[in-house]
Protein backbone atom coordinates (compact mmCIF):
# COMPACT_ATOMS: atom_id res chain seq x y z
CA UNK A 1 0.00 0.00 0.00
CA UNK A 2 0.98 3.49 -1.02
CA UNK A 3 1.93 5.35 2.32
CA UNK A 4 1.28 8.74 2.35
CA UNK A 5 4.85 11.67 2.30
CA UNK A 6 6.59 8.90 0.65
CA UNK A 7 7.67 6.43 3.86
CA UNK A 8 5.52 7.75 7.00
CA UNK A 9 3.71 5.40 8.39
CA UNK A 10 0.38 7.49 8.31
CA UNK A 11 -2.07 6.15 5.91
CA UNK A 12 -3.50 8.46 3.09
CA UNK A 13 -7.44 9.21 2.77
CA UNK A 14 -7.28 7.93 -0.95
CA UNK A 15 -5.30 4.53 -0.15
CA UNK A 16 -8.33 4.22 2.87
CA UNK A 17 -11.13 5.00 0.22
CA UNK A 18 -9.56 2.60 -2.52
CA UNK A 19 -9.10 -0.16 0.28
CA UNK A 20 -12.86 0.26 1.51
CA UNK A 21 -13.62 0.43 -2.13
CA UNK A 22 -11.48 -2.81 -3.15
CA UNK A 23 -13.25 -4.73 -0.19
CA UNK A 24 -16.27 -4.01 -1.53
CA UNK A 25 -16.39 -4.03 -5.42
CA UNK A 26 -13.86 -6.56 -6.28
CA UNK A 27 -15.52 -10.06 -5.78
CA UNK A 28 -18.75 -8.86 -7.80
CA UNK A 29 -19.49 -10.42 -10.61
CA UNK A 30 -17.18 -9.46 -13.79
CA UNK A 31 -15.85 -6.54 -11.81
CA UNK A 32 -11.75 -5.36 -12.91
CA UNK A 33 -10.11 -2.22 -11.55
CA UNK A 34 -7.72 -0.30 -14.24
CA UNK A 35 -6.67 3.95 -14.38
CA UNK A 36 -9.24 5.76 -15.34
CA UNK A 37 -7.53 9.34 -15.70
CA UNK A 38 -4.72 8.17 -14.14
CA UNK A 39 -6.66 7.01 -10.46
CA UNK A 40 -8.00 3.64 -9.75
CA UNK A 41 -11.52 2.69 -11.04
CA UNK A 42 -13.55 -0.44 -11.35
CA UNK A 43 -15.59 -1.61 -14.48
CA UNK A 44 -18.44 -3.87 -14.61
CA UNK A 45 -18.31 -6.32 -17.92
CA UNK A 46 -15.99 -3.03 -19.32
CA UNK A 47 -18.42 -0.35 -18.06
CA UNK A 48 -17.16 2.21 -15.56
CA UNK A 49 -19.30 2.45 -12.42
CA UNK A 50 -16.28 4.29 -10.04
CA UNK A 51 -13.71 5.56 -9.85
CA UNK A 52 -11.43 7.59 -7.42
CA UNK A 53 -11.07 11.51 -7.81
CA UNK A 54 -8.23 13.36 -8.04
CA UNK A 55 -9.08 14.80 -4.79
CA UNK A 56 -7.91 12.55 -1.36
CA UNK A 57 -10.39 10.35 -0.36
CA UNK A 58 -13.12 11.25 -3.03
CA UNK A 59 -14.97 8.42 -5.00
CA UNK A 60 -17.29 9.38 -8.41
CA UNK A 61 -19.83 7.35 -8.22
CA UNK A 62 -22.57 6.53 -11.36
CA UNK A 63 -26.43 7.24 -10.11
CA UNK A 64 -29.43 6.91 -12.24
CA UNK A 65 -30.90 10.30 -12.27
CA UNK A 66 -30.06 13.64 -11.59
CA UNK A 67 -32.75 13.61 -9.30
CA UNK A 68 -31.53 10.79 -7.25
CA UNK A 69 -27.94 12.51 -7.02
CA UNK A 70 -29.61 15.98 -5.77
CA UNK A 71 -31.42 13.83 -2.72
CA UNK A 72 -27.66 13.11 -1.79
CA UNK A 73 -25.69 16.51 -2.39
CA UNK A 74 -29.27 17.68 -0.01
CA UNK A 75 -29.57 14.81 2.18
CA UNK A 76 -25.64 14.61 3.47
CA UNK A 77 -23.93 18.06 2.00
CA UNK A 78 -20.93 17.49 3.89
CA UNK A 79 -20.42 13.80 2.52
CA UNK A 80 -21.22 14.33 -1.13
CA UNK A 81 -20.80 16.96 -4.16
CA UNK A 82 -20.36 17.91 -7.31
CA UNK A 83 -17.93 20.04 -9.12
CA UNK A 84 -18.61 21.75 -12.61
CA UNK A 85 -16.89 19.21 -14.48
CA UNK A 86 -19.82 16.74 -13.14
CA UNK A 87 -23.09 19.37 -13.65
CA UNK A 88 -24.53 17.99 -16.18
CA UNK A 89 -24.28 14.43 -15.24
CA UNK A 90 -25.90 12.77 -13.07
CA UNK A 91 -22.88 11.24 -10.77
CA UNK A 92 -22.04 12.60 -7.50
CA UNK A 93 -18.72 12.98 -5.90
CA UNK A 94 -18.41 11.05 -2.21
CA UNK A 95 -15.90 11.65 0.82
CA UNK A 96 -15.31 8.00 1.67
CA UNK A 97 -14.15 8.33 5.27
CA UNK A 98 -17.76 9.89 5.48
CA UNK A 99 -19.57 6.93 4.75
CA UNK A 100 -20.57 4.26 6.77
CA UNK A 101 -20.05 1.12 5.40
CA UNK A 102 -23.16 0.11 4.87
CA UNK A 103 -24.03 3.10 2.71
CA UNK A 104 -21.06 3.06 0.77
CA UNK A 105 -21.79 -0.83 -0.31
CA UNK A 106 -25.40 0.24 -1.05
CA UNK A 107 -23.84 3.28 -3.32
CA UNK A 108 -21.03 1.10 -4.80
CA UNK A 109 -23.95 -1.69 -5.47
CA UNK A 110 -26.45 0.42 -7.29
CA UNK A 111 -23.95 2.46 -9.47
CA UNK A 112 -22.69 -1.52 -10.28
CA UNK A 113 -26.41 -2.23 -11.20
CA UNK A 114 -26.60 0.61 -13.08
CA UNK A 115 -24.02 -0.25 -15.48
CA UNK A 116 -24.08 -3.82 -15.40
CA UNK A 117 -25.49 -6.13 -18.62
CA UNK A 118 -28.90 -7.19 -17.98
CA UNK A 119 -27.18 -11.33 -17.68
CA UNK A 120 -25.29 -10.16 -14.74
CA UNK A 121 -28.05 -7.10 -13.28
CA UNK A 122 -29.73 -8.30 -10.18
CA UNK A 123 -33.68 -8.22 -9.52
CA UNK A 124 -34.16 -5.06 -6.72
CA UNK A 125 -32.73 -6.37 -3.61
CA UNK A 126 -35.69 -7.28 -0.46
CA UNK A 127 -32.31 -7.16 1.53
CA UNK A 128 -28.57 -6.91 1.78
CA UNK A 129 -27.83 -10.13 0.98
CA UNK A 130 -29.59 -10.43 -2.22
CA UNK A 131 -26.44 -7.61 -3.47
CA UNK A 132 -23.84 -8.34 -5.72
CA UNK A 133 -20.86 -9.06 -2.47
Known amino acids: ?41 FYVAGKIFARLHESPGVVVLWLGSQEERQVLLDSEPEAFFITEHYRR ?10 LPDDELRELLTDAWMLRAPKRLALPEPSDSSDRPG
Do not use: N
Open 1 to 41: MRRAGGGSDEVSATDVALDRIRAVALPWPEVTEKPCYGMPA
Open 89 to 98: SSSVLARVRL
